[in-house]
């Protein structure tokens, strides 16, 4: 492997997990997101002699997972309610400022993870473990759709506050 | 039912909007960047999640038994479940495989744990350590006491020998051709400079701040408690695995484990660790950022041999004349 392929690998890496949350976020479904997601990185890799190293990397990638996922959409074909253009290039750029922040704050979800107890850790290995949707869940679990959906977002919101905490209590470390 | 914006992201990730509401949120999204932003946040953690719930599976996958405790998903439920879990496995193998990419946590940690159980062995290592960049961080000042000091003999090109228990042997070649030599065998440490009475201390770490690393949990000469910092402190990722292009005996496939400082934590920036496949024994490590004194280093550890060196080595009379003057600090 040459030393290009390998630098194109190392940025690909650093670069893929905003890249992945871009794609979830229109995508929706996770096997489609990885389907989608092995599409953008063999293209980074294909065409990294393109890239300018003077820009940033994560922004270049974007461009590229902006293009896949609008190949995507064309190819499903399917009447499913999806972003107009417009507001995927604004969500592109949205996730580029959010990058960096985010994947630091998001080290601590593992140990927010780790305090979810009963029904709600639950809930999230079925929502997430499992890929299953609320209607999937709520079936499983004997539960309404709409009380599933409320509770993941309240879990989802619980492990916010608690990245969030975790963040300001290791921004007062000396 | 009118539902606020944090609603509509959450069910927007669960596919659960309507026309209308998807509509709304397409409005809201484009009435603010910060709007776009907020959405950013919670669309990263949503697919971490997936990668956590999935790092989680791999670590501790379910007993046999575990399935009957579970809830019962019908059978019309669980098979589509089923044959959707095993595309996204055989999805991310064939994602592996075709960009030898290890991606997850899960598989990073658990490569990282057998780096630290290779590192178990009684033999001797020698490293070469090379300074590929010295960067002074833009917000230092330095006081005068340490602008008083005399330079650091220069650590480019110098060689350092590790034992178990805190020993080691650091020889820093010098402009002049001659060698400062420092070192610890664990009961003292020394040092032998190229002139003057030879050193030693019975404070083991009073010799060690010449090598990078000690005082910020990655001492050179402890590679494994290094390497266990990493863990807590950095973010994993592992990189492809290369073959070597001849067929050396000795060129075993190398793999790169690629750790990035996680915010809040101290050492070097990022610690780039090759290592062979199969043995899992580590050939160099990369330290990029790594605070040194005043300075930032990029420093590069090759492993050079592993062999016992004999039993005084680490002693300082192995290191310099028998009539040079010895003075106990």
Known sequence: MDSKTIQAMRLWTLAQPVVSAFVISVVRDFSARDDVLQEVAVAVIESFDSYDPQRPFVAWAMGIAQNKVRQYLRRIQRDRLVFDDDVLVHLAAAFEEESAEQSQSLAFLRSCLEQLEGRSRKLCELRYGSDLKPAAMAESLGMTANTVAKALQRIRDQLRACIERKVAVEMRMP | MTRGPSELVSRYFDDLLTADEHRALQ?????????AREFARLALLHDRLRGEQLANSLIHPPLPNATQAAPAVPRRTRRPFIISATLVMALAALLMVSLEIGRTPAAAATELKRLIAAQETDLDRTYRIAVEEVAMPRRHHRPDAEANRPPKPPLDGAILYVRKGNQFVLIRPMTDGRQFVTGSNGRTSWAVRPDGPVRVSADLTRFNRDLPGHEHDFPLIQIERGLAHLRDAYDIHLLPMETPDDTAADDLPTRL????????????????????????????????????????????????????????????????????????E
């Open chain 2, 257 to 328: 484990l690629v750790a990035v400082k996680k915010r809040g934590h101290r050492g070097p920036q990022r610690v780039e660790i090759t290592y062979a496949v199969r043995t899992g024994q580590i050939r160099q490590l990369r330290f990029i950022e790594m605070p040194y004194g005043p300075e930032h280093l990029t420093v590069r550890l090759t492993q050079e041999e592993e062999r016992p060196l004999g039993s005084l080595f680490f002693d300082h009379q192995s290191h310099h004349e028998s009539d040079r003057i010895v003075e106990e």
């Open chain 2, 27 to 35: 409005d809201w999204l484009r009435s603010s960047s910060d709007h």
